[in-house]
């Protein structure tokens, strides 16, 4: 008799860690979508960042040569900046081109994190580019405002230029963070595992 109770017992806590079993991976399972779905979020808002700066940068193209012919300079900085506006256009598409939607809820996890440690990459060989670019092309145009004795176009090309840097500086920290966000919870996924 007292076999049987044993027994019993025995069968009842072993459904009870099924039910226990059961129990975790579907809330394992609810967790992982969640967090599924925060990523995608994020990587939206880092998408819809990457088009305002691809229709920003391909608007400006035509205007930068419009503006030095229009200033008087010699238009090979308006063709130069018209030149890295459209390289900084391809380039942000080939940075965000994997975030989209029906990328991001195919990729697995391990996916997800490359992906976005190549955004992560690729946004900073980007900086370390254009940064170059920007002092060579702004510090040639800034002597020749400077010979032309324009003080006007002078205070406003270096206030262009702090307001531009600044929203490209801030924008830039923000996107990083975001990706180091998704990054993150693709690390708390996976330990989860």
């Known amino acids: 008799m007292n076999d049987n109770k044993d027994y019993q017992e025995l069968n009842d806590m ?6 226990l079993k059961d129990m975790l991976n579907s809330e394992r399972m609810i967790t992982e979508r969640v967090m599924r779905r925060t990523m995608t979020e994020k990587a939206n808002k880092l998408l819809r960042r990457s088009i305002f ?4 940068a391909l608007l400006f ?3 930068m040569i419009w503006a030095m012919h229009f200033l008087g300079f010699n238009p090979i900085y308006g063709y130069a900046a018209a030149i890295f506006l459209v390289i900084a256009a391809i380039t942000e598409w080939l940075t965000c081109k994997d975030l989209r939607d029906e990328y991001f809820s195919r990729y697995t996890i391990v996916e997800i994190a490359e992906t976005m440690i190549r955004y992560k990459r690729m946004n900073i060989q ?3 580019f254009s940064l170059p670019f920007l002092v060579v092309w702004g510090g040639s145009l800034g002597f020749e405002i400077w010979k032309s004795g324009d003080i006007a176009v002078g205070i406003g090309g270096a206030v262009g230029l702090i307001i531009g840097l600044a929203f490209g500086i801030s924008s830039l ?3 990083q963070r975001t990706a180091t966000e998704i990054i993150n919870a693709t690390r708390d996924l996976k330990r989860e595992e």
Request: glycine content about 0%; proline content about 5%.
């Open 61 to 63: 193209t035509p205007y």
């Open 126 to 128: 980007w900086l370390y």
């Open 173 to 175: 920290v923000k996107a």
């Open 53 to 56: 700066f691809i229709v920003l």
């Open 14 to 19: 072993r459904d009870q860690l099924a039910k």
